[in-house]
């Protein structure tokens, strides 16, 4: 099991640094891929949040459960927009946004946490349960990609050189897999910890749905987006029937 997570943690990692190799091989990747697959990804995040990882979470945990959401939702907005500068996604390649490197570097780190606890919550679900894992490294995958190119086009945009713009990328993805590694040191044995480590890791999913992706997805200049951010939701319901069949 443990050989079959770290190998999920890495294919999310990958997408990362696919992404971050994207932007160096062709800097002005168009907008509308980006805005789609952020669409996606926020659609099917939000559905697997509030029909699995929010009721199973309360199911293992009762009311403490709430607490441990509370904290996950925190951490996030701690580390991504009180500790460190303004983190949104999206392509930054003009002259008028995101130039300075100190701007960059902060982004960079409120990025490097996020990829962590996409990490973090890939593992958690598939010690939890292997179908739920699944369902959350999806999730994770729709929105490594832009994520990718994201942390490129900042770093392009900040004066780095290449080989730091890749190097940032490969960094963000490396985090991913620590964040995969991070719940190996909770005991399969004991649900309570299990538990409270979904709920955090569900917290975490809902800000990074409802306050890094939605927002972004409706500042788009095209309707086909906020529309798509449906269709991940009815993904994520196919996805779960489909892999139920074939998981059960």
Known sequence: MITTILLFGLAAAVAEVLGGALILLRPTWPKRVQE???ALGAGFII??????????????LGESAALYLVIGFSLIHFFEHTLVGHLHFGEETHSHVMVSRVASVSAFTGLLFHAFFDGFSISVGMQFDFLLGLLVFFGVLLHKLPEGLTIGSIMLAGGYSRRTVFLSA?????????????VFFFSPADKQIL????SISAGAAVYVGAS???PEINKSEHRLPP???FFG?????VSERLLEGWVR
Do not use: H, N, R, W
């Open 36 to 38: 789609t697959l952020l």
């Open 47 to 60: 559905a697997l949040v509030f029909f699995k990882l929010i009721p199973i979470s309360f199911e293992q």
């Open 170 to 182: 490969l960094a963000i993805g490396a985090a991913t897999v620590v964040g995969t590694c991070a």
């Open 195 to 198: 538990g409270a480590a979904l």
């Open 212 to 214: 890094d992706l939605i």
């Open 227 to 229: 529309f798509i951010v």
């Open 233 to 237: 939701m009815m993904l994520f319901y």
